[in-house]
């Protein structure tokens, strides 16, 4: 599977704005997520404080680098161990998603619209299939 062109031209003409603010949205996330699903907590038990300013580093570089993928090897596979010693389960991605498309909604506003949402959308369950995919063979093998 590979993203279609239009999410890709989407990605890189909002990748700015989306960087600019990726702290306040990944802060925002974070509360979003917590607040209605308080079970997550459990996952960051561990995290540093400034969990929310890596995640913006993250999500901006994917941004950056959505036509390369390949380019991110190395930072998907230091954030799938990473999910594997979190506990992190396949079915926690679509929470994260929906907290995370939340959040891009508040903070960015009118310039969040459905097509920018929906692109978003299919980059970040992109990309969680490739996460999920490592991370189920990181478990297989723990």
Not at 2 to 10: A, D, F, G, K
Not at 29 to 55: C, G, N, R, W
Not at 71 to 100: D, F, I, N
């Amino acid at each position: 599977m590979s993203l279609s062109q239009e999410t890709i031209e989407i990605i890189k003409a909002t990748a700015k704005p989306v960087a600019e603010n990726a702290e306040a949205i990944t802060e925002r996330m974070y509360e979003i997520l917590f607040e209605h699903y308080p079970e997550t907590q459990l996952l960051f038990k561990d995290a540093s404080p400034d969990q929310h300013k890596k995640l913006a580093a993250a999500v901006g570089a994917y941004a950056a680098n959505i036509e390369k993928p390949e380019l991110l090897g190395a930072a998907l596979e230091k954030m799938a161990q990473s999910h594997v010693r979190a506990g992190v389960q396949p079915e926690h991605y679509p929470v994260v998603g929906v907290s995370l498309l939340t959040a891009v909604k508040e903070v960015l506003g009118e310039a969040a619209t459905d097509e920018v949402l929906s692109a978003w959308k299919e980059a970040y369950f992109f990309l969680g299939d490739l996460l999920i995919a490592r991370e189920t063979a990181l478990y297989a093998t723990a």
